[in-house]
């Protein structure tokens, strides 16, 4: 599996914790989290969930450093975010836009006046 399809996956998991919390409890997102680790071969993820600024759920998988047997922990391992970012954007415009606090139709400057006019 690919590098891209693989953060795809993690980042489709990241968004499917928000509502397993709510519909099945912390353990079922656990085992949700794991299978999906196996399944997606990746080495390893950390996943942390807050809600109204209260971390509810932080967790490691897995190893940050296969190599060195360092295990994952959401407080210090560190990841390169790569394109992972684009992801995270169209899904807070999605949902910017599903609480209709975004409108893609309007200019940019609506909401920054002082972003630059297309020439």
């Given at each position: 599996?690919?590098?891209?399809?693989?953060?795809?996956?993690?980042?489709?998991?990241?968004?499917?914790?928000q509502f397993?919390?709510?519909?099945?409890?912390?353990?079922?997102?656990?085992?949700?989290?794991?299978?999906?680790?196996?399944?997606?071969?990746?080495?390893?993820?950390?996943?942390?969930?807050?809600?109204?600024?209260?971390?509810?759920?932080?967790?490691?998988?897995?190893?940050?450093?296969?190599?060195?047997?360092?295990?994952?922990?959401?407080?210090?391992?560190?990841?390169?975010i790569?394109?992972?970012?684009?992801?995270?954007?169209?899904?807070?415009?999605?949902?910017?836009?599903?609480?209709?606090k975004?409108?893609?139709?309007?200019?940019?400057?609506?909401?920054?006046?002082?972003?630059?006019?297309?020439?």
């Amino acid at each position: 599996m690919n590098t891209k399809l693989k953060i795809v996956l993690l980042l489709i998991a990241a968004l499917f914790v928000q509502f397993s919390f709510a519909q099945r409890g912390l353990k079922n997102a656990t085992r949700y989290i794991k299978n999906l680790k196996e399944e997606s071969q990746t080495v390893g993820l950390c996943v942390t969930a807050s809600i109204d600024g209260k971390t509810i759920y932080s967790k490691g998988f897995g190893y940050e450093s296969l190599e060195h047997e360092v295990k994952a922990d959401p407080a210090k391992t560190r990841y390169r975010i790569a394109s992972i970012s684009k992801a995270f954007t169209s899904a807070a415009i999605g949902i910017l836009m599903n609480e209709r606090k975004l409108n893609i139709d309007l200019s940019a400057q609506m909401y920054a006046s002082y972003f630059p006019h297309k020439r």
